[in-house]
């Protein structure tokens, strides 16, 4: 009984800690210390997309992949140290995230205008928003006032981050944790309205789901054969394919998509033929455009407000604690 008291107050107090932090969270943060800084960003996601499409689907997901990790605070954006094991090589990051360099850009561009103002957390939160408005999503004001992480964990992102295997029930109890509904679960999941999946995040899929050797049953057959040819058994895992139909446009052709049976990755098309709670859902959103766009934004402003509560500071280079050396290898290494 005492352990259980315990572990409830702790709890408890995590929960406060979480609150707390966000609450410090406020629109227009920078409008008198560094009041360009929204702009600076899009700026620089514009000009990211344009040389490379693909960027604003993975500049996005870095929101996903920070934010779930201990909170909103750039921890994911740190290159490894001698003493420290950093999250972008982990399994959740390492095979599916990439343009770290956009957010370099934004940070070097802001330095020069602003030093020492404006966050790498908060840039993040930017970006995901401009990459989905630029893309043809919904716009909206976000909160910034976030510090940068002084460390990372890549133990916390192998155990927190789903993976493309994971079915509806255990990403809903995965969003739980974090008190995220299952609305907010699959209107977030409308994210993979733009980009790619790798060809070996989908090969169980087409030709031993669930152990049985056979191809996921819930598949349109003519997708499936698509895949076949796309991703053969023993090919090329590296190789990338569709996240929906319209994969360089944020509308709700994703959730259409699951409808019709045609989901590139497992943890997508589950949230339609996996699990009744999240079907609603995907229904509603491939009839309405428009309450997509809603509920993805109050999702996206959720998520944004996840914080640890830990002491923090602006970084001056978003891949290293203030007063550490940037080693230009690791860089290398993290874009082969």
């Known amino acids: 009984?005492?352990?259980?008291?315990?572990?409830?107050?702790?709890?408890?107090?995590?929960?406060?800690?979480?609150?707390?932090?966000?609450?410090?969270?406020?629109?227009?943060?920078?409008?008198q210390t560094c009041p360009i800084a929204e702009s600076v960003v899009r700026n620089v996601i514009l000009k990211a997309m344009i040389i490379d499409p693909r960027s604003a689907a993975s500049v996005m997901r870095f929101q996903f992949h920070d934010c779930f990790v201990n909170g909103c605070d750039a921890s994911m954006l740190l290159d490894d140290t001698p003493n420290m094991l950093g999250e972008k090589l982990s399994l959740s990051n390492i095979n599916s995230l990439r343009s770290y360099e956009v957010i370099d850009e934004a940070k070097e561009e802001l330095e020069k205008l602003c030093p020492n103002v404006v966050s790498c957390a908060?840039?993040?939160?930017?970006?995901?928003?401009?990459?989905?408005?630029?893309?043809?999503?919904?716009?909206?004001?976000?909160?910034?006032?976030?510090?940068?992480?002084?460390?990372?964990?890549?133990?916390?992102?192998?155990?927190?981050?789903?993976?493309?295997?994971?079915?509806?029930?255990a990403l809903i109890n995965l969003f739980n944790?974090?008190?995220?509904?299952?609305?907010?679960?699959?209107?977030?999941?409308?994210?993979?309205?733009?980009?790619?999946?790798?060809?070996?995040?989908?090969?169980?899929?087409?030709?031993?789901?669930?152990?049985?050797?056979?191809?996921?049953?819930?598949?349109?057959?003519?997708?499936?054969s698509k895949l076949d040819r796309l991703c053969p058994n023993g090919g090329d895992g590296n190789v990338t394919g569709d996240l929906d139909k319209t994969p360089r446009v944020f509308d709700n052709q994703y959730f259409k998509d699951l409808v019709g049976g045609r989901g590139f990755l497992n943890s997508d098309q589950s949230l339609y033929s996996g699990d009744e709670r999240s079907r609603e859902y995907v229904d509603k959103y491939s009839r309405d455009e428009g309450l997509f766009f809603e509920d993805f934004v109050e999702g996206m402003l959720k998520m944004g407000d996840l914080q640890s509560g830990r002491g923090g500071e602006v970084r001056e280079n978003c891949r290293v604690v203030n007063g550490e050396k940037f080693n230009p290898i690791r860089l290398e290494r993290i874009r082969d």
């Open 1 to 31: 009984m005492t352990t259980f008291y315990l572990l409830c107050v702790v709890l408890f107090l995590h929960m406060g800690i979480m609150a707390s932090s966000a609450d410090q969270l406020r629109p227009g943060f920078y409008a």
């Open 177 to 224: 944790r974090f008190n995220l509904s299952v609305q907010d679960l699959v209107a977030l999941s409308g994210s993979h309205s733009i980009g790619n999946g790798r060809c070996f995040s989908i090969v169980f899929r087409l030709y031993n789901q669930s152990g049985t050797g056979k191809p996921d049953p819930a598949m349109d057959p003519d997708f499936r």
């Open 122 to 169: 908060d840039i993040i939160i930017m970006a995901a928003r401009d990459a989905v408005f630029l893309s043809g999503g919904p716009n909206w004001e976000v909160k910034l006032g976030r510090k940068d992480s002084l460390t990372a964990s890549q133990d916390d992102a192998n155990s927190i981050m789903p993976s493309p295997r994971a079915n509806a029930s």
